[in-house]
C-alpha cells in the first residue's frame, strides 16, 4: 500500500525542517499548498530522497494567487494552467506519477476564503465556467502526455454557507454526478481523480446525497485518496478514529497504482504512527 502523509501534518512549515523530519522518520511525504514560497523549493524537493508526492500550489511562487482553472479572469486562469504544467514537468524530474490539483471554481475567492465562507458569493454562468475548466485540462493534458505524467483532478468541497440561494454550487465537482461528467467528457488516459474523503462528507451533507453509493459511482476514476474527518459541516481535517466512514470502503482502493495520503493537521510523529497502524488495521478488517 501507498501510504504518505501531506505536509499539513508537521506543525511546521519549513520545508528543510519537514524533509529532515521526514527523512529521519521514513515517511513519504505529499507536499501541499500550506507552505510559504521559497527560492530554493525546488531544489530541496529534488534532493529529499525519500518518496516524495506534488499537490496543488506547491512550489508557491513568488507572486501569490489562488489556482483556479475555471477562472474567466485570464491571467489568473493562464497562471494556473502553468502552473500546473510546472507541477508535473517537476513531477517527471522527481520519478513522481502525477501531479494534483484542485477542481476550478466559478468565482475567484482571497486565499483567505478557501475552505471558508465566499464574501463575493453572486450568481454565476456555470456553463461558462464549466467550459473554461474542460478546455484548461485539456491544455494540461496535452503536457501531461508529453512527459508521461498524469494529471489528477480533486474533488472540491461546500460547505451550506456557500450555496447561491440555497440550491447551486460556486464550485465545481463537488458531487458525484458532476464529477463523472467530467470524466466521461475527459476520457484520457492521463486523467484521473484525487478523491479527498473528507471534502465529499461535507459536500454530502451540504447536498443530501449518499455517501457510500458517490464513492461507488466515482471510485474507478480514483489514482490517490486523501484521508482526513469531520463532523459534514466544515472541512476541519480531523484525526481519523474506527468510526472513519471511508473505512467500510478503503479494501478497494489497495491497488499498487493508488496512493493514500493522511491529510490531518498538526500532529505528532507518534500520532502519525498511530492514523498509519488504524489504515492497516482497516484494511486487514480488523474495525
Known sequence: MNLAVSTSVFKIKDVETIIE????NDLMVEFSSDLPFVLQAEDLFLGF???????NYFPAPKGSFVLNLASTNDEIRSKSIAHCINGLILAKKAGIPFFSAHAG????PSSKELGSIFKNNMLIDKAEHWKLFVAAIREILNSADE????????????I?????DGISSPLL?????EISMLFTEINHSRFGLLLDTGHLKVSSATLGFDLN???????????????????GLADTNNQLTEDYW?????????????????????ISINQIYDQYSLIEKSIRGNI
Open 21 to 24: 523530519i521526514a527523512t529521519e
Open 147 to 158: 512527459l508521461s505524467v498524469d494529471f489528477l483532478i480533486e474533488n472540491n468541497v461546500l
Open 49 to 55: 530522497k525519500s518518496q516524495k508526492l506534488l499537490h
Open 105 to 108: 471554481f466559478c468565482i475567484d
Open 213 to 231: 453509493k458517490a464513492v461507488d459511482s466515482i471510485g474507478a476514476y480514483a489514482r490517490e485518496i486523501h484521508h482526513s474527518d469531520n463532523n
Open 173 to 177: 465537482c463537488v458531487d458525484p454526478l
Open 246 to 266: 471511508f473505512f467500510n470502503k478503503i479494501a478497494t482502493f489497495i491497488d499498487t497504482y493508488i496512493y493514500h495520503v493522511l491529510e490531518v493537521r498538526n
Open 160 to 164: 451550506k454557507a456557500n450555496l447561491i
